[in-house]
């Protein structure tokens, strides 16, 4: 079945530094999404790509479907602490209702 | 502020307790899901509703009930658990399934469950 591969599992990096992961796939999405969770929440929608090679920037992040429409990367620029938590990639099943998600990159920042 | 809320946040019940969680959407979505996360576990699918109609049961123990009387509400109703099955339960709406855009799925807060 269809499987999400995200790298690295986890980060840890110093205030200040960019950020950057991603989100493979041997088969191939219609849709990328990209979801932050913080402990004791739910995932919250950052960014999502419906178009392959689409660039998309939600403030200091910045998103792309890849063109072979099996990769997916986030980054984050200039990270401040408030930027921990679990980044989830996602996307729906092509055979519809049953998103895929990924195992999640945490990422920590030391201030 | 995601428009999906869960109540109650937090919920500590016994093995022989009967609870249920509730969830609310003010999306004006017609597709509503459950999913258990445990930790170091990726998020697993339990219950599908869409347009009030149950479309995927993922295998899930009869000891967890799904109920959805209207496109707003969804219900965990939960009897004769056990201590595995303390994670965070979390709530999604979508506009509608099938994929694409209209697929994209907002979460609410989730709610904390252990079992003792």
């Known amino acids: 079945g269809q499987q999400l591969n995200q790298s690295p599992q986890s980060m840890f990096i110093q205030e200040g530094e960019d950020v950057s992961m991603n989100c493979t796939s041997s088969?191939?999405?219609?849709?990328w999404l990209w979801y932050k969770q913080e402990p004791g929440e739910g995932p919250v929608l950052l960014i999502a790509l419906y178009k392959a090679g689409e660039l998309t920037s939600n403030g200091r992040l910045t998103a792309q479907f890849g063109i072979t429409r099996k990769d997916s990367f986030l980054n984050i620029s200039a990270s401040i602490p408030s930027d921990v938590g679990i980044y989830f990639c996602a996307g729906p099943h092509t055979g519809g209702f049953k998103t895929i998600f990924g195992a999640g990159t945490r990422l920590f920042v030391k201030a | 502020e995601t428009g999906v809320t869960q109540t109650p946040r937090h919920l500590v019940m016994g093995m022989t307790n009967k609870k249920s969680l509730k969830c609310e959407q003010h999306l004006g979505h017609n597709a509503m899901y459950w999913y258990k996360q445990s930790a170091k576990k990726p998020l697993e699918l339990m219950f599908v509703?869409?347009?009030?109609?149950?479309?995927e049961n993922n295998s899930v123990p009869s000891r967890f009930s799904p109920e959805c009387p209207n496109s707003s509400h969804l219900f965990l109703h939960l009897h004769t658990l056990q201590p595995e099955d303390s994670a965070l339960y979390l709530c999604?709406?979508?506009?509608?399934?099938?994929?694409?855009?209209?697929?994209?799925?907002?979460f609410g807060p989730g709610t904390r469950l252990l079992v003792l």
């Open positions: 088969s191939i999405f219609n849709t």
């Open positions: 999604a709406s979508s506009q509608d399934i099938g994929g694409g855009a209209q697929e994209t799925q907002y």
């Open positions: 509703y869409s347009l009030e109609e149950r479309v």
